[in-house]
T-cell receptor, first 114, second 117 residues
Framework: AQSVTQLDSHVSVSEGTPVLLRCNYS??????LFWYVQHPNKGLQLLLK??????LVKGINGFEAEFKKSETSFHLTKPSAHMSDAAEYFC????????????FGAGTRLAVHP | EPEVTQTPSHQVTQMGQEVILRCVPI?????FYWYRQILGQKVEFLVS????????KSEIFDDQFSVERPDGSNFTLKIRSTKLEDSAMYFC???????????????FGNGTRLTVT
């Protein structure tokens, strides 16, 4: 069975400092992995996706994530946080061949302080 | 950019009442989904729908739930007799094809917050 574990429920950073949101996955198959972001009163927006191509994936708004099979990790990073990055972030897995039945992590709430 | 739209944004209903949550998927998309998130819990898959029939459903999606595409644009989720535990944020999503999510990512609406009292 596939699952994802987001290691931090809350992360707080200062504006201009790096962001690291951690995610570990469990999958019997070659997974597709995603990060979605949810701003207050907004829907879930796709940040980036990994689908067995390059292991370092670049997304929108300066975010990127690295797929590390040996560590079963897919951590999300950004070099410099902006106030507008404050949101809830979800790590998501779907098994290869899985038809959009997304399996969500519990979410990490990112707070950005001036 | 085209969006998935959901109405209403917030619905309050009494236990035992029927509710219909409405969604307008992106116009050229063919696959439609409902997910829900109970407060403080994970986002959970409910059902996927294609070619006017359910293609997959979770164990949550019992006989109290139904989905319908009544016309060419709307996609609805009906809860026949609501229970307190149905209180959640319900997200509609659509995708252009069935391919694995990476090749055909889901586009989500802003959600409908359902409160059952």
């Amino acid at each position: 069975a596939q699952s994802v574990t987001q290691l931090d429920s809350h992360v707080s950073v200062s504006e201009g400092t790096p962001v690291l949101l951690r995610c570990n996955y469990s999958s019997s198959y070659s997974p597709s992995l995603f990060w979605y972001v949810q701003h207050p009163n907004k829907g879930l927006q796709l940040l980036l996706k990994y689908t067995s191509a390059a292991t370092l994936v670049k997304g929108i708004n300066g975010f990127e994530a690295e797929f590390k099979k040996s560590e079963t990790s897919f951590h999300l990073t950004k070099p410099s946080a902006h106030m507008s990055d404050a949101a809830e972030y979800f790590c998501v897995v779907t098994p290869s061949g899985g038809y959009n039945k997304l399996i969500f992590g519990a979410g990490t709430r990112l707070a950005v302080h001036p | 950019e085209p969006e998935v739209t959901q109405t209403p944004s917030h619905q309050v209903t009494q236990m035992g009442q029927e509710v219909i949550l409405r969604c307008v998927p992106i116009s050229n998309h063919l696959y439609f989904y409902w997910y829900r998130q109970i407060l403080g819990q994970k986002v959970e898959f409910l059902v996927s729908f294609y070619n006017n029939e359910i293609s997959e459903k979770s164990e949550i999606f019992d006989d109290q739930f139904s989905v319908e595409r009544p016309d060419g644009s709307n996609f609805t989720l009906k809860i026949r007799s609501t229970k307190l535990e149905d209180s959640a944020m319900y997200f509609c999503a659509s995708s252009p094809s069935r391919g694995t999510g990476g090749n055909s990512p889901l586009h989500f609406g802003n959600g409908t917050r359902l409160t059952v009292t």
